[in-house]
């Protein structure tokens, strides 16, 4: 009985000493430094030396924080430009850990610095943005519009810009590195990742471009009937141009056939005038009567003088 009581201690011990040990110990790996709290209260500066460390287990803690760059990924905030022209800027920056110490006594963890550097960077592009118009926050440099309807309607293609987007973004990134040292932080860079309108003036810029579409259109249908009239006009006159052409060509073949008819009746009338008659009036007895035809003819008529020198024989 002693001595399964003896085992109970020894295994007990052992546990305590292996917990003991565990807390007594704590790991820095390459990407991560450590601040040390006693009480809730940091002692001694950051540990930034990689491998395994000491501390006085359950006394004190290890808190971790990350070496390398880390992104932050704002939300989009509705500002007025200087021309009073309400946009959503949507802006992005890349941060780091520099000084643990302040970063654990100011914000404590990621969480809090996020949250701080929601704040720092949200106002800064408030205050810049406000200072300047619109074209110049949308474009970087002063190059020609590919597209100068597109830029007629943002009423923008005649002006230049001075500072750019490229360099809006540099001066929030200055003016806020200079504040995010009081948590801590370095910022490596601040970017504007998109600009839109509110959804007010969407709706009305997308109403003006339409309107500056269907004029458009209307302006080439305008053009296309212009070019239409003229093709159906030109194709009309080459037309009557050539149905002219040919009607005089068939009367001219019409009157050489007439006359070369003429000249053959004539020949064989100058041949036998008498059977040239006599043909031309068995033509003329096929041509004007049927057997539906009543004719009613004096007995002298010439018409009937075949006829009757035919019952004489």
């Not at 801590?184 to 003036?201: F, H, P, Q």
């Amino acid at each position: 009985m002693k001595k399964q009581t003896v085992n109970i201690v020894i295994v007990g011990v052992a546990i305590v000493t292996l917990i003991v040990l565990l807390n007594s110990f704590y790991i820095v790996s390459e990407t991560n430094q450590v601040i040390i709290t006693q009480f809730g209260e940091p002692i001694g500066d950051a540990v930034i030396k990689p491998g395994l460390h000491m501390k006085i287990p359950f006394i004190q803690v290890a808190h971790k924080f990350e070496k390398r760059w880390l992104e932050w990924d704002g939300d989009a905030n509705e500002i007025p430009t200087k021309d009073k022209k309400y946009i959503w800027v949507d802006t992005y920056a890349r941060w780091r850990v520099s000084n643990p110490l302040v970063f654990f006594q100011r914000v404590r963890d990621e969480r809090g610095a996020h949250t701080r550097i929601d704040d720092i960077i949200d106002g800064v592009t408030r205050d810049t943005i406000a200072n300047f118009d619109l074209i110049e926050i949308v474009r970087s440099t002063n190059r020609e519009f590919e597209l100068t309807e597109e830029a007629a309607i943002l009423e923008v293609i005649s002006t230049k810009i001075e500072t750019g987007r490229d360099k809006i973004a540099q001066m929030i990134f200055e003016k806020s590195s200079l504040i995010t040292p009081e948590i801590g932080v370095e910022l490596r860079d601040v970017r504007i990742k998109r600009v839109n309108y509110v959804t007010a003036v969407q709706e009305e810029v997308f109403y003006r471009m339409i309107a500056e579409r269907k004029r458009i259109a209307a302006k080439y249908r305008s053009e296309g009937d212009g070019e239409s009239a003229k093709v159906r006009g030109e194709k009309e006159r080459e037309l009557k141009k050539i149905q002219s052409e040919a009607y005089r060509k068939t009367q001219e073949i019409k009157g050489k056939a007439d006359a070369e008819a003429t000249r053959i009746y004539a020949r064989a009338y100058n041949l036998d005038p008498e059977f040239y008659q006599f043909m031309k009036t068995l033509e003329t007895y096929v041509a004007s009567m049927d057997k539906e035809t009543w004719l009613i003819l004096t007995t002298d008529t010439e018409f009937l003088r075949y006829l009757k020198s035919s019952r004489k024989r």
